[in-house]
T-cell receptor, first 114, second 112 residues
Framework: EAGVAQSPRYKIIEKRQSVAFWCNPI?????LYWYQQILGQGPKLLIQ????????DSQLPKDRFSAERLKGVDSTLKIQPAKLEDSAVYLC????????????FGPGTRLTVL | AQTVTQSQPEMSVQEAETVTLSCTYD???????LFWYKQPPSRQMILVIR??????QNATENRFSVNFQKAAKSFSLKISDSQLGDAAMYFC?????????FGTGTRLQVFP
């Protein structure tokens, strides 16, 4: 069974530029999550989708971050414009359902904002 | 609000020995799940072990086992017969009705 796929693996941009990350969850997983992990910290949830609807985006900085999950499968996370403090690893995870099931993580995208 | 605390920023163990990583949590919920994830330098979070709060029996996965003390809200991870490949960051995580909450992690070093 294929795991969660993410691309790109690494991205370096200058502040005020825009960037987008892509995630393909495990086949059949209805719930998809985006996390931000700053160096030295545990991951923090940015947004959670159930199929193609948003369940929780309370910690998403909506003035610069946006995310979508078209057709309930792949998802894209965008940052526009980027700030220095956005430098982090962005992790995508998926699970069969959002209440009981284990979340499985992708390899992450390491973003550096200069 | 739920919190997860890992009080050991770093731990070290010699190959083939046993090490225990500590985790405590705070919650008022009765139905929840606890996890240990491993994050090697590649940064991918890998599930190590999962415990359902309603189960009294401690979860075990090969060399990995937990000591789940529900009343004390403690969830420690024991790694037996440590291997060089066990070196990584280990995160304890809590999942109740809301989002998955992670601790700050423990960096485990394994010496030959």
């Amino acid at each position: 069974e294929a795991g969660v796929a993410q691309s790109p693996r690494y991205k370096i941009i200058e502040k005020r530029q825009s960037v987008a990350f892509w995630c393909n969850p495990i086949s059949g997983h209805a719930t998809l999550y985006w996390y931000q992990q700053i160096l030295g910290q545990g991951p923090k949830l940015l947004i959670q989708f159930q199929n193609n609807g948003v369940v929780d985006d309370s910690q998403l900085p909506k003035d610069r971050f946006s995310a979508e999950r078209l057709k309930g499968v792949d998802s894209t996370l965008k940052i526009q414009p980027a700030k220095l403090e956005d430098s982090a690893v962005y992790l995508c995870a998926s699970s069969l359902d959002r209440r009981r099931d284990t979340q499985y993580f992708g390899p992450g995208t390491r973003l550096t904002v200069l | 609000a739920q919190t997860v605390t890992q009080s050991q920023p770093e731990m070290s163990v010699q190959e083939a020995e046993t090490v225990t990583l500590s985790c405590t949590y705070d919650t008022s919920e009765s139905d929840y799940y606890l996890f240990w994830y491993k994050q090697p330098p590649s940064r991918q979070m890998i599930l190590v072990i999962r415990q359902e709060a309603y189960k009294q029996q401690n979860a075990t996965e090969n060399r990995f086992s937990v000591n789940f003390q529900k009343a004390a809200k403690s969830f420690s991870l024991k790694i037996s017969d440590s291997q060089l490949g066990d070196a990584a960051m280990y995160f304890c995580a809590y999942k109740g009705a809301d989002k998955l909450i992670f601790g700050t992690g423990t960096r485990l070093q394994v010496f030959p």
